[in-house]
C-alpha cells in the first residue's frame, strides 16, 4: 500500500460474524492491524484509540482494529478493556496480505510469520493518505488523529 492507494477490495470478519467490505465504511477511514488480542502492546494500542474515539468520532473518522483474532476473542478483548472501538477478523489472512502487513519477524532468534503492527488512514474518496508501519504505540494514536485534524478540512470543527 502506498499513498494514493484506493482501499484494497476486502472483507474483513465483524464482531457479528457477518463480512464487512473495508470500502463501504465511512471515511476517513483508519485502520489499523495488530499482531494478537489481549497482549501488552495491542491493549495499549486499543485503549489509547478507544480513549480518542470522541475525537476521532468528531472528525469523521471510523476506526478499525483487525487481526487474526476470532471475533469471540474480539468480544471477550473489548468487555475485559470496555474498548469503545471497533475490532475486526482477518480469519484467513486477506486483508493482511493486501495491506502487506503479513510479514517475517524474529523474537529471541525465532523465525516467525506475522503481522505487523500498521496503521492506514483513506480520505474521503477511499484513496490512502498515509501509513504508519512498524508503529511504536506510545503516542501512535494522537499522531493518527493529528494527521486527520491537519489533511481533513473541517474535520472535528463544529458544522
Not at 19 to 44: E, S
Not at 109 to 136: C, N, P, Q, S
Amino acid at each position: 500500500m502506498n499513498e494514493g492507494d484506493v482501499i484494497p477490495p476486502v472483507g474483513v470478519t465483524g464482531a457479528d460474524g457477518g463480512t464487512i467490505d473495508l470500502a463501504t465504511l465511512p471515511r476517513p477511514l483508519v485502520v489499523y492491524f495488530y499482531p494478537k488480542d489481549d497482549t501488552a502492546g495491542c491493549t495499549r494500542e486499543a485503549q489509547d484509540f478507544t480513549a480518542l474515539a470522541p475525537d476521532f468520532a468528531a472528525a469523521g473518522a471510523y476506526v478499525l482494529g483487525v487481526s487474526k483474532d476470532t471475533p469471540a476473542a474480539h468480544a471477550k478483548f473489548t468487555a475485559k478493556h470496555s474498548l469503545g472501538i471497533a475490532l475486526a477478523s482477518d480469519l484467513d489472512g486477506t486483508a493482511c496480505a493486501a495491506f502487506g502487513v503479513w510479514v517475517e519477524k524474529n523474537m529471541y532468534g525465532r523465525t516467525y510469520m506475522g503481522i505487523e503492527r500498521a496503521t492506514f488512514l483513506f480520505g474521503a474518496d477511499g484513496t490512502l493518505m498515509r501509513a504508519w508501519r512498524k508503529v511504536k504505540v506510545p503516542g501512535h494514536a494522537p499522531a493518527v488523529l493529528a494527521a486527520i485534524l491537519a489533511a481533513v478540512p473541517d474535520a472535528g470543527r463544529p458544522r
